[in-house]
């Protein structure tokens, strides 16, 4: 977790190439991949200084998993995130998909994931709320306006959200850790408006306003608490 929004923020003593890919996706400013990237291509083990203190303990970057104290490896959260959903595309949905992806990676936006939902009808875009814009652009276009208004049931966008992902290899397969995740949150009455899955990663999206408590409570779950 970051340290600036978690002050019991624990030091991770090994990564994976890819846990580190998924962490600097996901919101990590620490590790940057085009840096790295050479390294990984060569596959040569990387080490993460701090470099206001170069005598702290340090994390290993590299292509072998190591034992972890924890059940997991870190949190990361990125904040201002939209979540714009399509409803009920029955008829053309995925006409309507790729119409839709090819004028957003026109635009050169960056979508920090989509996906079908109930049963292939539901589209869902996650973006920055700094590429909603131009997004918003593309959904009030006379020819997607049209295009789109004889399939689909309405548009709905969600503000304001942040999202949390917890990094391990392998995450996608624990049942374990999404269990986890949706009880601890749930006891503290915090809502998940979206959950996401991916090869080294478990992520959540949440309002804004619950970042810090969301971020604290998974905290205390994966790294306080005897699991």
């Given amino acids: 977790t970051d340290p600036k929004k978690n002050s ?116 869902a875009l996650i973006i920055k709320t700094k590429d909603y814009g131009g997004v918003k652009e593309i959904l009030e276009n006379e020819y997607w306006v049209a295009f789109y208004k004889q399939r689909v049931n309405k548009i709905t966008i969600k503000n304001d959200l942040s999202m949390i992902t917890l990094i391990w290899e392998w995450a996608h397969k624990s049942d374990i850790i999404s269990q986890k995740i949706s009880n601890s949150l749930d006891s503290n009455e915090i809502s998940i408006l979206k959950d996401i899955s991916s090869y080294c990663g478990i992520s959540v999206l949440v309002e804004k306003s619950n970042l810090k408590k969301t971020l604290d409570t998974l905290h205390n779950e994966f790294f306080e608490s005897k699991n």
């Fill in 8 to 123: 019991k923020a624990v030091s991770v003593e090994s990564l994976t190439f890819n846990e580190a890919e998924t962490l600097s996706y996901f919101g990590a400013k620490v590790v940057y991949m085009p840096t790295i990237k050479p390294a990984i291509d060569s596959n040569i083990p990387i080490i993460i200084k701090n470099t206001f203190n170069p005598w702290f303990k340090w994390t290993l970057i590299s292509t072998k998993s190591y034992e972890n104290n924890y059940t997991i490896k870190c949190i990361t959260s990125v904040e201002d995130i939209v979540m714009v959903k399509i409803w009920d595309c029955l008829k053309d949905w995925n006409k309507i998909y790729k119409n839709l992806l090819d004028k957003i990676w026109a635009k050169n936006i960056k979508l920090i994931f989509c996906n079908y939902e109930k049963n292939n009808t539901t589209i």
